[in-house]
C-alpha cells in the first residue's frame, strides 16, 4: 500500500471522567504506590457492593480483605481502629457513610486524632484520613444531608478539603493520603456524576491552596464543592449583566487560601462568599471576619454571606430545594452589593 493509500486518523477525544470514577481511581493509585494505605468503612468490601454508592468498588478484590475492611456499624470503631492502625505505621483511609454520622465518633476525631501530635509533643502523626459525603438534593433528610465543616475546622489539628472538580477530588485524595495528620475529605452526593477532563496519574493538588476558576474585576465569589460550581454558574448570568465576577474555588476549607482571596478582594473590592451549610457560625463568617479586617477602609461594600437556611435540611422535596444557595440566588446577593 502507497502512502497516498494511507488513511491517518485523528487521536480519539479522552472519554471524560467523574468525581465518582476520580476518587475510586486515586484510592486504588494510592493502594497500589503504598502498601501500608489500607480503606475500612461500614460495607466497603466487595461482596457489599463497595460502599453505599460504590466509590470503593472493585478495590477488595484488587488488594484483598486485609487492606480493604468492611466493618460493623460503628462509627466510633472505625475512627478508633484508623488511629491506632496510623499510629503504628499504616495510612488508613475510614469512610464514614454520611456526614451526620461523623458526630458519633466526635470524640474519637476531635479528642484523640486532632490533638494526639499537640500532646506528644510532635511525636506521634496520626495520617488518617476521614472520607465523608452529605448534601442536599436527594431527600435523605435532616439526620442525612449536613455539611458540618465549620465543627471540624475549628478543631486544631484537622484539615477539612471539599473538592468540586475530578481532577480536585484525584489530587486532594493523593495529597491527602500523603499528609502526616489527619484530614477531613467531604465529598458531595449530588457532585458524584459531575465530569471533567482526565488528568495525569499521580497528580497531587495541595492541601490549602485555592483555585481561581473564573476571573473578573468586579466582585469576588468565594465558595468550595457544590457551591464552587453554583457560583461558576452566577458568575456567567452576571456576565450577561455586565458584572464581571472572580469565583475562586477554595478546595481547601481548612487551612484556607487567605492569600488568594486578599490579593482578589484587593482587586475588586467587593466578596461574596458561598456555601451550602447554613448561613449562622459558618466557615463564610470566618473568611468575611478575617478579610473585613484585613481590607478595611479598601471595600466597595458590605461583604455578603450565602448559605442555606437556618434549618435541618427538609426531606420535603420542594422545601429541600428552597434550603440551599443556587447560582440565582448567589446572583441576587452579588447584585445588592450594586445598587
Request: proline share 6%; glycine share 8%; aromatic share 6%.
Amino acid at each position: 500500500m502507497s502512502a497516498s493509500d494511507a488513511t491517518i486518523e485523528a487521536p480519539a477525544a479522552e472519554k471524560p471522567i467523574t468525581i465518582f470514577e476520580a476518587l475510586n481511581t486515586a484510592l486504588a493509585d494510592a493502594m497500589a504506590d503504598d502498601d501500608r494505605v489500607l480503606v475500612l468503612g461500614e460495607d466497603i468490601a466487595d461482596p457489599e457492593e463497595g460502599g453505599v454508592v460504590g466509590i470503593t468498588r472493585g478495590l477488595s478484590t484488587r488488594f484483598g480483605d486485609d487492606r480493604v475492611r468492611s466493618t460493623p456499624i460503628s462509627e466510633q470503631a472505625i475512627i478508633g481502629a484508623a488511629i491506632g492502625a496510623s499510629i503504628i505505621g499504616w495510612k488508613p483511609v475510614a469512610e464514614i457513610m454520611l456526614m451526620n454520622f461523623t458526630t458519633v465518633a466526635m470524640d474519637m476525631i476531635v479528642n484523640h486524632a486532632a490533638k494526639l501530635r499537640f500532646m506528644s509533643g510532635g511525636q506521634t502523626h496520626v495520617p488518617i484520613v476521614i472520607r465523608t459525603m452529605t448534601g442536599s438534593g436527594i431527600s435523605a433528610g435532616g439526620q442525612h444531608s449536613d455539611y458540618l465543616e465549620a465543627w471540624f475546622a475549628h478543631t486544631a489539628g484537622l484539615q477539612v478539603v471539599a473538592p468540586s472538580t475530578p481532577e480536585d477530588a484525584y489530587g486532594l485524595m493523593r495529597s491527602a493520603i500523603d499528609s502526616p495528620d489527619p484530614v477531613i475529605f467531604i465529598e458531595n452526593i449530588v457532585s458524584y456524576a459531575v465530569q471533567g477532563p482526565r488528568y495525569k496519574s499521580g497528580l497531587r493538588v495541595p492541601i490549602g491552596k485555592a483555585k481561581i476558576i473564573r476571573e473578573g474585576s468586579d466582585i469576588t465569589i468565594v465558595s468550595y464543592s457544590r457551591m464552587a460550581i453554583e457560583s461558576l454558574a452566577a458568575g456567567e448570568i452576571l456576565a450577561s449583566e455586565n458584572i464581571s465576577a472572580e469565583v475562586i474555588d477554595l478546595r481547601t476549607v481548612a487551612p484556607w487560601d487567605r492569600e488568594t482571596v486578599l490579593v482578589s478582594v484587593r482587586k475588586t473590592g467587593r466578596m461574596v462568599v458561598v456555601h451550602e451549610a447554613v448561613k449562622p457560625f459558618g466557615v463564610g463568617a470566618e473568611i468575611a471576619a478575617d478579610v473585613g479586617r484585613e481590607l478595611f477602609g479598601s471595600l466597595r461594600a458590605p461583604i455578603e454571606r450565602v448559605g442555606g437556611m437556618f434549618t435541618p435540611v427538609p426531606f420535603s422535596h420542594p422545601l429541600e430545594s428552597a434550603f440551599p444557595p443556587n447560582r440565582n440566588k448567589i446572583a441576587d446577593a452579588v447584585r445588592s452589593l450594586f445598587k
